[in-house]
């Protein structure tokens, strides 16, 4: 369950990511959804991430917290035309994903 939790808590971090981008680039009463959603996300994403860590040695569940949100969130800024979606950048991407199953592996 906590590896579950940690995942999902990964998931978050690259939607509080891509909500404080649109934050930044809103101006007001626009930015207070994509704050608000940052917010409760990054709360969320952070307390997940300390659940998980009751059970998972730190230095692992902190690594696969935060390869879970760079690849989601690079994910994301390709899909939405943010970032160009080269070859070595997807190759990168993807040795990241692997490294993050194999501390699950590993663990």
């Known amino acids: 369950m906590s590896w579950l939790i ?9 939607v509080w990511a891509a909500a404080l981008h649109r934050a930044a680039q809103a101006s007001g009463k626009r930015r207070i959804a994509p704050s608000i959603l ?13 659940l998980a860590m009751q059970t998972i040695p730190t230095g692992t569940a902190y690594a696969v917290w935060v390869g879970v949100g760079v690849v989601l969130t690079s994910a994301y800024a390709m899909a939405s035309k ?23 592996v590993v663990a």
């Open 38 to 50: 940052f917010l409760v996300s990054v709360a969320a994403s952070t307390g997940g991430l300390a």
């Open 6 to 14: 940690l995942v999902l808590s990964g998931a978050l971090e690259a």
């Open 82 to 104: 943010v970032e160009r979606p080269t070859a070595a950048r997807l190759l990168l991407l993807t040795g990241i994903a692997a490294c993050v199953v194999g501390l699950k």
